[in-house]
């Protein structure tokens, strides 16, 4: 009996002990405030993780910048030679699992789709869209194997075969998801979530946000997938599928064309704390997106690097997404898009559910602090 | 034994291994979602390497979250449940009060209840309530994410807690009566006699409960907010088509599975010495 | 010394509703002698034991010991049951010294007294390691009964401790227990359903049936008795008869009378003279 109770004692002490800092914390260095920001881990917030891996480039450039504290996870954000904000990088996934973890209060801002954040506001949770990150890269894919070529021939293909085509899809508010069904209804084409009705031509199967549509594609569950990168590269690296339509261009023609994806947002607590390091953040994402504009290799190293997917998957995934970090009139009039399609399915019950676009657009948007880092940015000379 | 039937026991057991990997290799060699043998072995070979085409820990770094995290379930379990049956089975009313809810609870897999945990305890971990802000610095203590660990907890408290119960139950009365004959006190008698008496149902129950804290983890690992743990490393790796990772985990928790399973049937093999052999 | 002063007993049971095990019962057990009751299965000789070693109480009536009432078990009483009961999962030395265990000796203390009663047992020294279930019944209850003396007990109580036993061990542990408690003189109730057992062994012989004490026969051959002399014989005869069975009529008034469980035999018995 008492030795047992020394082992415990031991192995209890040890466990502590294991709680090992890796630094001794400093007081004096200590930032004043700590940012949770939450992300996805792949290539559609590359503007954060490039400004991670280039934090030295951008301090000398511009005296703004990220440095890093803890690789992948802890960056100290400074302007001007001081620290202004320290940043704890927190995966927390893509689709709704960012605004439900900022709903938790387990991070203050986050990086995540447009639509889920929207649902989220219009549940009542108090969260802003401040800032854009990238538009579009996502595309229609079919199998390898498919006479399917472009959107001209999946659409008589849908319309011709005995057996409706089924195609998948990550999650019910996805935005690919969203836009093909846009399309599908302007082409007249009847989809349903099942079979059925024995005149759809297109059932969508979800292939669940965890898993992939790799599997199901493999096995021939389903002809086709819609998906955002760098899904749809991995799956033409991997020779199960190949593109056969960049949703921008589906029907009604033009009005997919830079459809915002992923966005970055708060609660509108820190922005009322924490203005000052959230536009600081704002402006190295501004930074940042504009050296992946302007220099496609370094972006496409960059996401490698801190994705873990692979070269040859970037290389094909990031020229397919239209990064941009400011708040456009294209953008504003995507977002404006989104809410009448949002409608169009009655995604909306809450707050928003009877709001006109606009009024929507207005109400979920906040880009105060973004247009005011860029215009800053743009003073000092290194924002074009 | 002669050495035909040593032979025939040998290639009896390796039968279905050999199957195993047969089919294996022959799927994998028409398919991209299946990884070849080779690869899996390679990841497995270096178990310290990070990996080149996966956003997670190297093998090694997550077996040793999850089997922390499982750990630690576990061993709040046993001590949460081992009075607790205790006091159910020998103590009427107690059972009539948590029979019910333990049974109800039983049928249900602990993961079900991962999203209750995540709202309970959100991403907090000893490390955020001892540290707060500069609980990013303590690795170890951050993986133990308070979510995942009740989760296990929950697994793991009812076989135990049901078992230890029964045992309790069924420790012969006239071995307590006997000690009470001979002047036991009540903490005499429930560390000399139930205890003892006990000891094989609680083993089973212990056994049971590993098992089951085991198979939970892995899933509770896939909820959002982890990084690390082989759970986590499997999820990530069906995203990024890195699926010699996910398989090669796979064989790692299975390893760990009988592991843990074995030691603790040798536990109860020993604990039941006393019994008679049934002839 | 013991004394039991109109105690009854009745146990609720879902299946029987009451069942009276003991009824009006009065006794005395003198100091330093050895009390047999005597009677057949089911008379409740086995409630009365228990109720004597304070594992359980009358439902009214008083069990007293050295004139207190009993709540618990006394400390210096010592129990030998029908099976032993010795914890299977303790060795043989270890269930021995549980008594001195219990009461706090400390461990070389302890080992040494559990030997020394083991070997009093004539048991040998080898199978203080061995586990109980290694063991024959014989070696079992010899050493349960080691276990009951190893603490000096001043009363020794016992439930047919040698029933299980073939006769001839049987013989022989009654011979040893008789020796060993030559030398230490405890009050014993020894509870049994052998006559046989009850002569060779008893200061006085309490005969029971149906939860009531009927005879209380005293048995004054010098020890140690021999079991083939006459005066053995006839006292067994005596006490045989005692118990024969009476007229048909007189048996069917009293199978009326009190209900007996299942599988006995209705003895009626003379309501001799009460202790």
Same mark, same amino acid.
């Given at each position: 009996?008492?030795?047992?109770?020394?082992?415990?004692l031991?192995?209890?002490?040890?466990?502590?002990? @294991?709680?090992?800092?890796?630094?001794?914390?400093?007081?004096?260095?200590?930032?004043?405030?700590?940012?949770?920001?939450?992300?996805?881990?792949?290539?559609?917030?590359?503007?954060?993780?490039?400004?991670?891996?280039?934090?030295e480039?951008?301090?000398?450039?511009?005296?703004?910048?990220?440095?890093?504290?803890?690789?992948?996870?802890?960056?100290?954000?400074?302007?001007?030679?001081?620290?202004?904000?320290?940043?704890?990088?927190?995966?927390?996934?893509?689709?709704?699992r960012?605004?439900?973890?900022? =709903?938790?209060?387990?991070?203050?801002?986050?990086?995540?789709?447009?639509?889920?954040?929207?649902?989220?506001?219009?549940?009542?949770?108090?969260?802003?869209?401040?800032?854009?990150?990238?538009?579009?890269?996502?595309?229609l894919?079919?199998?390898?194997? =498919?006479?399917?070529?472009?959107?001209?021939?999946?659409?008589?293909?849908?319309? =011709?075969?005995?057996?409706?085509?089924?195609?998948?899809?990550?999650?019910p508010?996805?935005v690919?998801?969203?836009?093909?069904?846009?399309?599908?209804?302007a082409?007249?084409?009847?989809?349903?979530?099942?079979? =059925?009705?024995?005149?759809?031509?297109?059932?969508?199967?979800?292939?669940?946000?965890?898993?992939?549509?790799?599997?199901m594609?493999?096995?021939?569950?389903?002809?086709?997938?819609v998906?955002?990168?760098?899904?749809?590269?991995?799956?033409?690296?991997?020779?199960?599928?190949?593109?056969?339509?960049?949703?921008?261009?589906?029907?009604?023609r033009?009005?997919?064309?830079?459809?915002? /994806?992923?966005?970055?947002?708060?609660?509108?607590?820190?922005?009322?704390?924490?203005?000052?390091?959230?536009?600081?953040?704002?402006?190295?994402?501004?930074?940042?997106?504009q050296l992946?504009?302007?220099?496609?290799?370094?972006?496409?190293? /960059?996401?490698?690097?801190?994705t873990?997917?692979?070269?040859a998957?970037?290389?094909?995934s990031?020229?397919?997404?239209?990064?941009?970090?400011?708040?456009?009139?294209?953008?504003?009039?995507?977002?404006?898009?989104?809410?009448?399609?949002?409608?169009?399915?009655?995604?909306?019950?809450?707050?928003?559910?009877?709001?006109?676009?606009?009024?929507?657009?207005?109400?979920? @948007?906040?880009?105060?602090?973004?247009?005011?880092?860029?215009?800053?940015?743009r003073?000092?000379?290194?924002?074009? | 034994?002669?050495?035909? !039937?040593?032979?025939?026991?040998?290639?009896?057991?390796? $039968?279905?291994?050999? #199957?195993?990997?047969?089919?294996?290799?022959?799927? %994998?060699?028409?398919?991209?979602?299946?990884?070849?043998?080779?690869?899996?072995?390679?990841?497995?070979?270096?178990?310290?390497?990070?990996?080149?085409?996966?956003?997670?820990?190297?093998l #090694?770094?997550?077996?040793?979250a %999850?089997?922390? !995290?499982?750990?630690?379930?576990?061993?709040?379990a046993?001590?949460?449940?081992?009075?607790?049956?205790?006091?159910?089975?020998?103590?009427r009313?107690?059972?009539?009060?948590?029979?019910? #809810?333990?049974?109800?609870?039983?049928?249900?897999?602990?993961?079900a209840?991962?999203?209750?945990?995540?709202?309970?305890?959100?991403?907090?971990?000893? #490390?955020?309530?001892?540290?707060?802000?500069?609980?990013?610095?303590?690795?170890?203590?951050?993986?133990? !994410?308070?979510?995942i660990?009740?989760?296990?907890? +929950?697994?793991? +408290?009812?076989?135990?807690?049901?078992?230890?119960?029964?045992?309790? !139950?069924?420790?012969?009365?006239?071995y307590i009566?006997? $000690?009470?004959?001979?002047?036991?006190?009540?903490g005499?008698l429930?560390?000399?006699?139930?205890?003892p008496? $006990?000891?094989?149902?609680?083993?089973?129950?212990?056994?049971?409960?590993g098992?089951?804290a085991?198979?939970?983890?892995?899933?509770?690992?896939? +909820?959002?907010?982890?990084?690390g743990?082989?759970?986590?490393?499997?999820?990530?790796?069906?995203?990024?088509?890195?699926?010699?990772?996910? +398989?090669?985990?796979?064989?790692?928790i299975?390893?760990?599975?009988?592991?843990?399973d074995?030691?603790?049937?040798?536990a109860?093999?020993?604990?039941?010495?006393?019994?008679?052999?049934?002839? | 010394?013991?004394?039991?002063?109109?105690?009854?007993?009745?146990?609720?049971t879902?299946a029987?509703?009451?069942?009276?095990?003991?009824?009006?019962?009065?006794l005395?057990?003198?100091p330093?002698?050895?009390?047999?009751?005597?009677?057949?299965?089911?008379?409740?000789?086995?409630?009365?034991?228990?109720?004597?070693?304070?594992?359980?109480a009358?439902?009214?009536?008083?069990?007293l010991?050295?004139?207190?009432?009993?709540?618990?078990?006394?400390?210096?009483?010592?129990?030998?049951?029908?099976?032993?009961?010795?914890?299977?999962?303790?060795?043989?030395?270890?269930?021995?010294?549980m008594?001195?265990?219990i009461?706090?000796?400390?461990?070389?203390?302890?080992?040494?007294?559990?030997?020394?009663?083991?070997a009093?047992?004539?048991?040998?020294?080898?199978?203080?390691?061995?586990?109980?279930h290694?063991?024959?019944?014989?070696?079992?209850?010899?050493?349960?009964?080691?276990?009951?003396?190893?603490?000096?007990?001043?009363v020794?109580?016992m439930?047919e401790?040698f029933?299980?036993?073939?006769?001839?061990?049987?013989?022989?542990?009654?011979?040893? *227990? *008789?020796?060993?408690?030559?030398?230490?003189?405890?009050?014993?109730l020894?509870?049994?359903?052998?006559?046989?057992e009850?002569?060779?062994?008893?200061?006085?012989?309490?005969?029971?049936?149906?939860?009531?004490?009927?005879?209380?026969?005293?048995?004054?051959?010098?020890?140690?008795?021999?079991?083939?002399?006459?005066?053995?014989?006839?006292? *067994?005869l005596?006490?045989?008869?005692?118990?024969?069975?009476?007229?048909?009529?007189?048996?069917?008034?009293?199978?009326?009378?009190?209900?007996?469980?299942?599988?006995?035999h209705?003895?009626?018995?003379?309501?001799?003279?009460?202790?």
């Amino acid at each position: 009996m008492k030795r047992a109770r020394t082992v415990v004692l031991l192995v209890a002490a040890a466990v502590a002990g @294991c709680g090992e800092p890796e630094r001794p914390a400093d007081a004096n260095s200590r930032p004043p405030v700590l940012l949770r920001i939450g992300h996805v881990g792949h290539d559609h917030h590359l503007a954060l993780y490039v400004a991670a891996l280039e934090g030295e480039r951008f301090l000398k450039d511009g005296g703004i910048g990220l440095k890093e504290v803890k690789a992948k996870e802890v960056y100290d954000l400074l302007e001007d030679g001081r620290a202004v904000a320290r940043l704890r990088l927190l995966k927390v996934g893509g689709g709704s699992r960012m605004p439900a973890a900022m =709903s938790r209060g387990e991070i203050d801002v986050g990086l995540g789709g447009t639509v889920p954040v929207a649902k989220f506001a219009d549940g009542g949770q108090p969260f802003k869209i401040i800032c854009p990150l990238q538009t579009d890269g996502d595309m229609l894919v079919m199998r390898e194997d =498919s006479p399917v070529a472009d959107w001209a021939g999946f659409v008589a293909a849908a319309r =011709s075969a005995d057996k409706p085509l089924r195609i998948g899809y990550k999650a019910p508010v996805a935005v690919a998801k969203l836009v093909f069904e846009g399309a599908l209804k302007a082409e007249r084409i009847p989809y349903a979530l099942d079979a =059925s009705d024995p005149d759809t031509r297109v059932v969508l199967v979800n292939f669940g946000s965890e898993k992939s549509p790799l599997p199901m594609m493999e096995i021939r569950a389903i002809d086709g997938f819609v998906m955002n990168q760098p899904g749809v590269a991995v799956a033409v690296d991997k020779g199960l599928g190949k593109v056969v339509a960049e949703l921008r261009d589906l029907p009604p023609r033009g009005k997919w064309v830079n459809h915002p /994806c992923c966005c970055v947002a708060a609660t509108t607590d820190t922005l009322a704390k924490h203005a000052g390091p959230v536009k600081a953040l704002l402006k190295v994402l501004l930074l940042s997106t504009q050296l992946i504009q302007q220099d496609q290799a370094l972006a496409i190293s /960059c996401a490698s690097r801190w994705t873990k997917y692979g070269l040859a998957v970037e290389k094909a995934s990031i020229p397919t997404i239209g990064y941009v970090a400011e708040p456009t009139d294209t953008w504003m009039a995507g977002m404006a898009t989104w809410a009448e399609r949002v409608r169009e399915v009655k995604l909306f019950t809450g707050k928003y559910a009877d709001a006109s676009p606009q009024q929507f657009v207005d109400d979920v @948007c906040d880009l105060a602090l973004c247009r005011a880092a860029a215009a800053e940015l743009r003073a000092a000379g290194k924002l074009k | 034994m002669n050495a035909g !039937r040593i032979a025939l026991r040998i290639a009896l057991g390796a $039968a279905v291994p050999v #199957a195993v990997l047969g089919v294996w290799h022959v799927a %994998s060699a028409h398919s991209v979602v299946v990884p070849s043998i080779g690869s899996v072995v390679e990841v497995l070979a270096h178990p310290f390497r990070e990996p080149a085409n996966l956003d997670a820990t190297s093998l #090694a770094g997550g077996a040793a979250a %999850s089997v922390l !995290r499982v750990a630690c379930g576990f061993a709040l379990a046993v001590v949460t449940a081992l009075p607790i049956g205790l006091l159910m089975g020998r103590c009427r009313p107690v059972m009539d009060l948590l029979s019910p #809810a333990i049974t109800a609870a039983m049928v249900v897999s602990p993961v079900a209840w991962m999203p209750v945990a995540i709202i309970a305890f959100g991403l907090s971990s000893p #490390a955020t309530v001892l540290h707060g802000q500069e609980a990013w610095r303590y690795g170890v203590l951050d993986q133990l !994410r308070f979510a995942i660990v009740a989760v296990v907890w +929950f697994g793991a +408290f009812i076989p135990i807690a049901i078992n230890t119960a029964a045992g309790a !139950r069924n420790v012969r009365e006239s071995y307590i009566e006997a $000690a009470r004959a001979l002047g036991a006190s009540r903490g005499q008698l429930l560390r000399k006699v139930i205890l003892p008496g $006990a000891a094989p149902a609680i083993v089973t129950g212990l056994r049971l409960g590993g098992g089951i804290a085991w198979r939970v983890i892995i899933v509770a690992e896939i +909820f959002p907010g982890t990084r690390g743990g082989l759970g986590y490393t499997i999820t990530t790796a069906h995203e990024q088509a890195a699926y010699e990772y996910a +398989f090669a985990s796979i064989v790692v928790i299975c390893g760990i599975g009988l592991l843990l399973d074995g030691v603790l049937r040798l536990a109860e093999a020993r604990v039941a010495r006393w019994r008679p052999k049934e002839r | 010394m013991i004394r039991f002063e109109h105690v009854s007993k009745v146990f609720v049971t879902p299946a029987r509703g009451e069942v009276p095990a003991l009824a009006d019962v009065s006794l005395t057990c003198p100091p330093e002698e050895l009390t047999c009751v005597l009677g057949p299965s089911g008379c409740g000789k086995t409630t009365l034991l228990r109720l004597a070693a304070g594992l359980d109480a009358p439902t009214s009536g008083r069990v007293l010991v050295d004139g207190r009432a009993v709540s618990g078990p006394p400390a210096d009483f010592g129990l030998v049951s029908q099976e032993g009961d010795l914890l299977p999962w303790r060795r043989v030395l270890s269930n021995v010294a549980m008594g001195l265990e219990i009461r706090g000796v400390r461990r070389a203390e302890r080992k040494r007294r559990a030997r020394q009663a083991l070997a009093r047992l004539h048991l040998p020294p080898e199978i203080a390691r061995s586990h109980p279930h290694e063991l024959s019944g014989g070696m079992r209850q010899r050493v349960a009964l080691a276990r009951a003396l190893c603490p000096n007990p001043r009363v020794l109580l016992m439930d047919e401790p040698f029933s299980q036993l073939d006769e001839l061990t049987r013989s022989r542990l009654q011979a040893e *227990l *008789l020796v060993l408690w030559l030398a230490d003189r405890q009050t014993v109730l020894f509870v049994t359903h052998s006559v046989e057992e009850a002569v060779f062994l008893a200061d006085r012989v309490l005969v029971m049936t149906f939860g009531r004490i009927t005879r209380s026969i005293p048995v004054t051959l010098p020890r140690p008795r021999n079991r083939l002399s006459e005066p053995f014989v006839e006292c *067994l005869l005596d006490i045989r008869r005692a118990l024969a069975p009476q007229a048909p009529a007189d048996v069917a008034a009293a199978s009326r009378q009190d209900a007996p469980r299942p599988g006995e035999h209705p003895i009626a018995f003379h309501r001799g003279d009460r202790p």
